[in-house]
């Protein structure tokens, strides 16, 4: 279902992501504009979809998508890093409704954004981590909650499962990948690429700016 013209805003403490997302978004401007939101802080005015890219709940509390999550009327669609699941799946405990990979295509991301404005369902999400290995998403997420070092009874509240259930996806990702025991589960998940776990993943007083499209575009122009 074609919406229109959808605005875009772009949320991520790293410029690179931004110029890249700009590239590629502004390839198609028949089906999205980029926009600027006046703050990361700001109701969002004039936006159809914001574009969170998750290496914000790295860097900070996440109050800030809490806020474009529940103080705006703009949808939000969760840019997922690859090598971070556990980072999507704090998203989702925040009231994120839907996600998209960092690795698509340019158009698959347009079609994502399409479909996050008219409010439907983007279908199943394909984890590129677990493919090797034959993993679904949520086996997906709880290796990287394990390899994050969090209980058993964390990553249940997380994923928002009961704890039984959480050993039956346990038991079925340690058969896939042939592992045995939490600590085998962890080296064979950082071997394969999932992120190790954070020394300091929430900095105490840290806040994660968003840095302007406008600024990104200006700067490109000047060039």
């Known amino acids: 279902m074609r ?4 605005r875009v805003a772009v949320v ?3 410029e690179v992501v931004m110029r890249g997302l700009v590239s590629m978004l502004t390839d198609f401007p028949d089906r999205v504009v980029v926009t600027a939101l006046p703050s990361v802080r700001s109701r969002a005015p004039g ?13 900070a509390d996440g109050s800030d998508l ?7 009327n703009a949808k939000v669609l969760i840019f997922s890093r690859d090598m971070r699941p556990d980072l999507r799946v704090k998203a ?3 009231g994120a ?3 998209v990979s960092m690795s698509v295509h340019a158009g698959e991301l347009v079609r994502a ?3 996050t404005a008219a409010g439907e369902p983007l279908g199943e999400r394909e984890d590129r981590l677990g493919v090797v290995a034959g993993l679904t998403t949520r086996e997906v997420e709880v290796l990287a909650l394990i390899t994050q070092g969090l209980s058993n009874k964390d990553i249940a509240d997380k994923l928002v499962v009961s704890v039984n259930t959480l050993k039956s996806h346990i038991r079925q990702a340690y058969r896939k990948i042939e592992v045995t025991t939490r600590s085998q589960a962890v080296s064979w998940a950082i071997t394969h690429g999932f992120a190790p776990p954070d020394e300091n993943s929430v900095e105490s007083g840290a806040s994660v700016g968003a840095r302007m499209v ?6 490109e122009q000047s060039g």
């Open 214 to 219: 406008t600024d990104v575009v200006s700067t």
């Open 66 to 72: 809490t806020h474009l999550l529940h103080e705006t």
């Open 47 to 59: 936006v159809d979809v914001i574009l969170y890219d998750t290496l914000g709940l790295h860097l």
């Open 92 to 94: 989702f405990s925040l």
């Open 113 to 115: 954004i399409e479909l």
């Open 12 to 14: 991520s403490p790293q």
């Open 97 to 99: 409704p839907s996600w």
């Open 3 to 6: 919406v229109g013209v959808v």
